[in-house]
């Protein structure tokens, strides 16, 4: 150390990049407790307690002066094994009851959804296609999904689902091959399968993401355990597929790599409508590189091509009907479109009486445009100031939850999706910096 920095009582790189990693690695540590024990217990409330010695172990490790390696290499195992035991416990229970007593059950008079609704909407679709039957537009009322009735009017009206699939077409085209593969070799299918795949490319993607491998392990903590979604994981909910194409694209505009990251984005945008409010901004960003107008082009004609591919054969197909599906039935534009749900200004307006019944049609376009389109403007103007991956997925982020949580209905699941982006938002922006200071000897 030179005399400046031991005036500036400053440790050495080595030294402060060592206690750095060491408080990193408590902080991932607690991070694991915590959200394991909380994944524990949406799994089983009985089995929670004996995993609480587990979850116990790297915090332990990170606070004792155990070879770093050595340390590091036992915590991100002991990570692995309890996630892999609790997604295991989980998913078999949920499959193995299925298998028994088929995607709805009753357990006490109560009706128990052993998978959630819209993975088997995806799987009986899919079946549609397969028969030559296009899914968008086609009764399932006859189908598995059949079971699952209309709980929001207490089983009175038909549930609107059964004439409508709301899912884009790429979400259809990646998963058939599995359901062809699996019930021809098995005779069994679950969707689930595509979602633990999409899991684990995510998760592939986020530590491509991230830089340190105290950050990387943190970030794979938060991610697989993270408690707004692993419930929502266990019963089938699809966003993680999409989210896996987006840390995809966002991989890709980490490493300037524009076209490629348009190719995954359009593939996201062809999968869940999640991602559409994202567009205005991925654009924008492109733009605003150096340099920036070639490249863009080239960036929105692979966005065109993609989405040509996917949505264009159906829209030859049925374009009513795909338009039917993917827009008018959940804005409310429809006789069977999707009623009033969740927690956001629908319910609100719906609680108050400014909309006498969940099944009317209200404008929301309205609210979305008079507080959405000068928000769009505001955050282009922070965007602009400086274009980053980070700011465009804050700023985007942020205006996609204004404009969902203005729209027909907000469930908690995307609160989950949220959090997922909030956890690529930190694998881009890195770990914060801890501040160390030298002590003298005394």
């Not at 692995?80 to 006490?108: D, E, F, K, Q």
């Amino acid at each position: 150390m030179n005399s400046l920095e031991h005036q500036a009582g400053t440790l050495p790189p080595a030294d402060a990049t060592d206690a750095h990693d060491r408080r990193l690695a408590l902080a991932g540590s607690m991070v694991f407790a915590a959200c394991g024990f909380a994944a524990a217990w949406s799994v089983s409330r009985s089995l929670a307690p004996y995993f609480v010695p587990a979850l116990l172990v790297p915090m332990l490790l990170a606070a004792t002066p155990l070879a770093a390696r050595r340390s590091f290499l036992v915590r991100a195992m002991v990570v692995g094994l309890v996630t892999l035991m609790l997604i295991t416990i989980g998913m078999t229970a949920t499959m193995t009851s299925r298998l028994r007593h088929g995607p709805v059950g009753y357990l006490n008079g109560t009706t128990v959804h052993y998978i959630h609704d819209g993975a088997v909407h995806t799987e009986e679709a899919m079946r549609w296609l397969r028969r030559g039957v296009n899914p968008y537009g086609a009764d399932y009322r006859d189908t598995a999904y059949g079971a699952y009735t209309d709980s929001l009017s207490q089983d009175l009206r038909p549930n609107p689902p059964w004439f409508h699939h709301v899912y884009p077409p790429f979400h259809l085209l990646v998963s058939l091959p599995f359901q062809a593969a699996l019930e021809r070799l098995t005779g069994w299918y679950d969707q689930r399968v595509v979602y633990l795949v999409a899991e684990l490319v995510a998760l592939g993607f986020l530590l491509l993401i991230a830089h340190g491998r105290e950050w990387r392990l943190f970030i794979a903590t938060l991610f697989v355990l993270n408690p707004f979604w692993f419930q929502h994981f266990l019963i089938g909910f699809n966003d993680v597929f999409v989210f896996a194409l987006l840390a995809a694209a966002v991989w890709q505009l980490t490493r300037r790599r524009f076209v490629a990251a348009s190719v995954w984005y359009g593939l996201a945008f062809a999968a869940k409508q999640s991602v559409w409010p994202l567009a205005p901004f991925f654009f924008a960003y492109v733009w605003w590189q150096r340099p920036g107008r070639r490249q863009c082009w080239r960036a929105v004609a692979a966005f065109v091509i993609v989405l040509g591919l996917t949505f264009g054969p159906f829209a030859i197909w049925d374009f009513q009907a795909l338009v039917n599906d993917l827009w008018r039935f959940p804005t409310g534009a429809l006789v069977t479109s999707y009623p009033i749900s969740g927690v956001g200004l629908s319910a609100l307006l719906l609680h108050v009486g400014v909309i006498a019944d969940r099944y009317d049609y209200f404008p929301f376009i309205l609210p979305q445009v008079l507080v959405g389109a000068p928000l769009l403007l505001l955050l282009f103007v922070k965007l602009r100031q400086r274009p980053t991956v980070a700011r465009l997925l804050w700023t985007s982020t942020l205006f996609t939850f204004v404009v969902w949580f203005l729209s027909r209905y907000f469930n908690m699941n995307y609160v989950a999706y949220f959090s997922m982006l909030g956890i690529l938002w930190l694998a881009v922006t890195g770990p914060p910096r801890f501040t160390v200071a030298h002590r003298t000897p005394v």
